[in-house]
């Protein structure tokens, strides 16, 4: 689990997302995609810096133009929600 977030951007065109923690350290991440479990949202983000990572976070939908991005507190929701997106990516 990462740490919090403090501020998120989007540049629509890209589907790029920036991620500002606490620390003042800002990543940027291409949006892979959102996904559905347990009737709960997810969004799975792939930072810019050519690594492997991929970040997921709860995702709400608030209207056509904004969204949010939630942290996942519970280790085993999170262990959950990254399973299921690997069986997304294994089917791809």
Do not use: H, R, W
Not at 6 to 35: H, M, P, Q, R, S
Not at 60 to 79: R, V
């Amino acid at each position: 689990m990462a740490e919090d977030i403090k501020n998120v951007n989007v540049e629509e065109e890209e589907d790029i997302i920036t991620l500002e923690f606490d620390d003042d350290t800002a990543v940027d991440c291409y949006v892979l995609g959102t996904f559905e479990l347990n009737d709960k949202e997810y969004i799975a983000l792939e930072p810019e810096d050519g690594t492997d990572d991929v970040y997921i976070y709860g995702y709400k939908q608030i209207s056509d133009e904004e969204f949010e991005i939630i942290e996942i507190e519970s280790e085993e929701e999170f262990d959950a929600a990254a399973a299921e997106f690997d069986a997304i990516m294994a089917e791809e």
